[in-house]
């Protein structure tokens, strides 16, 4: 007899034409096998044996987790999903939350060493301003760790200094 499952009030049924490969079967629940544990799953259940705790939303008067993008290289965005919604959305944060982030590019006074090539006064679509790590750490997310930078700054910035090899180099928890 099929197990049925109930998620997040949907109820599912095993498709009786999929099957796993036996080779590719490690660990069961309740009598059903699973497929062998990827590298992410095997990160989270790893991350939060050892006491680690998922990041708060840098947003002042937030309290939520923030969105976790990936978990086989412990990437971690900086906001929670409501905010981060709020904000693409533009609209207001909800009551008794500050965004953290600017209306411009901080790098109008070439703190990367140029200066942005986009005015000040340009009024950029959501989504265009980004929240930046400045030390690269995407644990460490304090207020002062942060600063918002426009996607051009942004993409540049990561290019000079390698963010783009995280999956060939990979991250790893302090």
Request: glycine share 8%; charged share 25%; proline share 5%.
């Amino acid at each position: 007899m099929a197990t049925i499952r109930t998620i997040a009030l949907k109820t599912y049924k095993p498709c009786a034409n999929f099957a796993i490969p036996k080779k590719a079967i490690e660990w069961e629940i309740g009598g059903i096998e699973m497929p062998k544990k990827t590298k992410a799953m095997q990160n989270k259940e790893q991350f939060l044996a050892d006491g680690n705790k998922i990041p708060i939303c840098v947003n002042e008067g937030c309290e939520n987790n923030v969105i976790v993008r990936d978990w086989k290289y412990y990437s971690f965005k900086h906001v929670c999903s409501n905010c981060n919604t709020r904000y693409k959305n533009g609209e207001p944060m909800r009551e008794g939350v500050t965004s953290y982030k600017k209306t411009y590019c901080e790098n109008q006074d070439g703190r990367l060493g140029f200066t942005c090539p986009i005015s000040k006064k340009f009024e950029l679509p959501n989504g265009t301003l980004h929240g930046d790590h400045i030390d690269g750490n995407h644990e460490n997310n304090t207020p002062e760790n942060l600063q918002t930078l426009c996607s051009v700054c942004h993409h540049i910035k990561g290019k000079r200094a390698g963010d783009f090899n995280s999956a060939q180099k990979g991250r790893t928890l302090s």
